[in-house]
């Protein structure tokens, strides 16, 4: 996409600021008139593009190495990075230090927010507060004062499609970290401080988002190739948002606010059935964009396009699942991506090692027969690297794994994975770079990718909508709504049809019939299948929230796999005990003065 993927063109001059009554306040952040800007589709595209740039890149919004999983599913060993403080329960970390993409602007906060090759310099998810006033400017430009005279009708919807979609997006990423907020759907002055208020209750925020979803569902094309104003840019159109995405979070939105947490329940089975079967509705719209080709699950024989691509930086990652994304990041820092995890890559991340967890991986990677390694009979605790869901085999690299493509010339310490306790990738003990769980994720880099082998053009991302994640929330909507095996009337497929429709394309069984009988059975197998599918893709730590998990032993603990350079043992050890207490440890606190300086604004539990 021109504007998007290398550099977006910024029209007008914002002074970023960190708190919120700095932002609510401003005059239209521009040295031009509010009519210049919103003069025709150009001139307010410009404006739009702005917005675009608060989409945060969870991979790499707070540092080269930001260690994006929060939840049970990985351990890291740098200490200041946010996973770390996380495990602590030490969350106001997220304001008093810039390496997490909460806060973003690692330079301190003295960047425009322009540069897309560095992705910690531009805003984070808390500031999406001011990407909200823009989509509210330009609502109020188009629909309150009649602006843009110089333009059609169609382009007038598709100014406004873009900005109703991205002042509900941004609320649900707040709303996702820090709970209940004020729905700001107005051009807000001074004067109008006095109603930034938290609402009651999640929901609440959540249908507001949802009108607006749905607005921009309306208003937006299928495809921008297929508008007139996408034929300026016509190929290069990826990027932007569209009617697929806007449904996509429509129905991510209700669903999470059907959520267990988000209900104030603690049973984790307990969710609103009415805002699921809405979901349902909205992840159906996506569903049938598929039936006309506009995308399709990715092929397992190259599923990894999804993740990553090499040979040049104007070549997206997502494959034909791509839904919607941050802007791109140049070859050099994307490459950051999979140095988080390669044993030995060339991009120097000595010391920033993401190990999936031991825990995470035996709970959700079951075996070749479909079952969970504790249901399976072909699972032995003495061969446990065997027998296994094809994805484990693509995504985790375990002990004795080649590590090159060409081994000519490679010492032989490192042709092998060496994770086994003394080994040369084994942390402690071996290189810096190092697994100190007993694994090394490898969903995110190809094999060539290290010192040896020297492929360096490596663009890797964590998507923020792909196709796969639809069909998961889609199953675990319509399960609550319908039960496991009737389709709703909105889409002819079953919770388990869209469950096995992901299965087929591993090769993997169906869903066992002792399941489909039990609701609680048959959602422990949806998550299960959610935390294979998307596994190390950010969005664990959000689902053991809002499934009110996260607080119970099984998913505070951090566990290792330690065994011997001949298998003659297998051994788990607890390596970290997270710190999360209900209802504490389910939401980020909001930095004091935020709760002084708004009447009604209170801050969240236990903080």
Known sequence: MKSLIINISIITFLAFSFSCEDYLDKAPESDLTINEVFKDFQNAQGFVEEMYMYIVDYALGGHYQ????????????????MDHYIDMGTFRFWYDNKFNYFAGRNDGGTTTGSSVNNAFNRPGIWEGWEAIRKANITIDAIENQQLMVDATQ??????????????AFFHHEIMKFWGRIPYVDKVLSGEDTKDFVRPATYEECALKADADFAWAAELLPNDWDEHPAGQKTLGENMGRVTKGAAYAFKGKNLLLAASPLMQGNSNTYAYNVELCQQATDAFAEVLKLTDESYYSLQPFINYNDVFYTVGGA?????????IFNNPSASIYTSRQIPAMFALIDNAGSAGHVMSPTHNYI???FGMADGLSCEDSPLYDPNNPFSGRDPRF?????????????NTAGVPAVDQTAKLFVGGEHRFPGGIEAASNTGYICKKYYPIEFNKYDKVNSVVAWRLHMRLTDVYLMYAEAAHVAYGATAAPGSYALSAEGAINLLRDRTGIPHVDVQYLSDFNGFMDEIRRERAVELSWEAHRWVDIRRWSLAHLDKYKQKVALEFDAAHS???????EERVCEYPKHFWLPFEQDQTEFF????QNPGW
């Open 569 to 575: 043992y297998f051994q788990e050890v607890i390596i």
């Open 314 to 322: 104007k070549k997206w990652p997502g494959g034909t699942e791509f």
């Open 393 to 405: 085999y693509a995504w985790v690299t375990v002990d004795g794994d080649p590590l090159v493509s």
């Open 362 to 364: 035996h709970s959700n």
């Open 154 to 167: 169609a382009e007038r919807e598709l100014i406004l499609g873009q900005a109703y979609f991205f002042r």
């Open 66 to 81: 930001t260690f994006f999983c929060l939840g049970d599913d990985s351990d890291g060993r740098t200490t200041y990075l």
């Open 599 to 602: 009447e009604g604004f209170e």
